[in-house]
C-alpha cells in the first residue's frame, strides 16, 4: 500500500540556523499538508497545499516557514531561522480530494514524522 | 473556532475486553467529517475510523465502532476484543466539510491506550 514518506526522521539543528524537512506524498494525490505536534501537545494545522501555492495556513505559520515542490514528488518545509521553540514533530499529509468528491478521498494519510530538534 | 477535546490522557484495558475511548468537539457547523487516528510508537498515523456527520448510521470497522451523538458533540472510539496491538496512542479529529476550511484536521490532545496481555 503506498505511504506517505518524509525524511530526515530526526534532525538537530542549531538555534538561527535554516532546516529543509521533506516529505513525499502518495504519487496521485493532489493536496499536501504540515502538521506539528510539540512534545505533550496537540498535533497542529500549519498549511496546506494544492496546485503549487499555499491553500491555507495556521497563525503558526509566519514568515519564517515556507513549503514547495520543487519537483513533481517531494514536498518540502524550510524553516528560515529556527526557533528553540520550533523543537516539534512535524509530519506531513497528503489527500487525494479535499472533500469535492467524495470522504474516501479526503482522507489524509500522514508520513512517520521527523522529529526537530533545536538547540 | 473548532475544538476537539479527549478527556482521557491514558487508558488501559485487557486483552479481549472492550474499552471506549472519549471525544468531544466543539463547532457551530452542520456539515463535517470525524475521524480516529492510530498512531503506535514510533509509526505513522493511521486512520482507524470515519465518519461523516450527516449520516446518523454510526461508523463501524471489524472491532472498531464509534458512538456519533451529533446533537451532545460526542465521538468515542470503542475497541473491542482488545489485542496487544491496539496498544498506541488514538486522536481524535475534526474536518469541516466543504464550504468550509480547506481541509485542515483539528486535532485532540490523544489517548495513550495500553493493552495488558
Known amino acids: 500500500e503506498p505511504e506517505v514518506t518524509q525524511t530526515p526522521s530526526h534532525q538537530v539543528t542549531q538555534m538561527g540556523q535554516e532546516v529543509i524537512l521533506r516529505c513525499v506524498p502518495i504519487s496521485n494525490h493532489l493536496y499536501f499538508y504540515w502538521y506539528r505536534q510539540i512534545l505533550g501537545q496537540k498535533v497542529e494545522f500549519l498549511v496546506s497545499?494544492?496546485?503549487?501555492?499555499?491553500?491555507?495556513k495556521s497563525e503558526i505559520f509566519d514568515d519564517q516557514f515556507s513549503v514547495e515542490r520543487p519537483d513533481g514528488s517531494n514536498f518540502t518545509l524550510k524553516i528560515r531561522s529556527t526557533k528553540l521553540e520550533d523543537s516539534a514533530m512535524y509530519f506531513c499529509a497528503s489527500t487525494r480530494t479535499s472533500g469535492l468528491v467524495d470522504v474516501v478521498g479526503e482522507t489524509q494519510y500522514f508520513g512517520p514524522g521527523t522529529r526537530l530538534l533545536v538547540l | 473556532a473548532q475544538t476537539v477535546t479527549q478527556s482521557q490522557p491514558e487508558m488501559s484495558v485487557q486483552e479481549a475486553e472492550t474499552v471506549t475511548l472519549s471525544c468531544t468537539y466543539d463547532t457551530s457547523e452542520s456539515d463535517y467529517y470525524l475521524f480516529w487516528y492510530k498512531q503506535p510508537p514510533s509509526r505513522q498515523m493511521i486512520l482507524v475510523i470515519r465518519?461523516?456527520?450527516?449520516?446518523?448510521q454510526n461508523a463501524t470497522e471489524n472491532r472498531f465502532s464509534v458512538n456519533f451523538q451529533k446533537a451532545a458533540k460526542s465521538f468515542s472510539l470503542k475497541i473491542s476484543d482488545s489485542q496487544l496491538g491496539d496498544a498506541a496512542m488514538y486522536f481524535c479529529?475534526?474536518?469541516?466539510?466543504?464550504?468550509?476550511?480547506?481541509?485542515?484536521?483539528?486535532f485532540g490532545k490523544g489517548t495513550k491506550l495500553s493493552v495488558k496481555p
Open positions: 465518519q461523516e456527520a450527516y449520516k446518523q
Open positions: 479529529a475534526y474536518r469541516a466539510g466543504y464550504g468550509g476550511s480547506q481541509g485542515n484536521l483539528i
Open positions: 497545499f494544492y496546485n503549487n501555492e499555499i491553500s491555507e
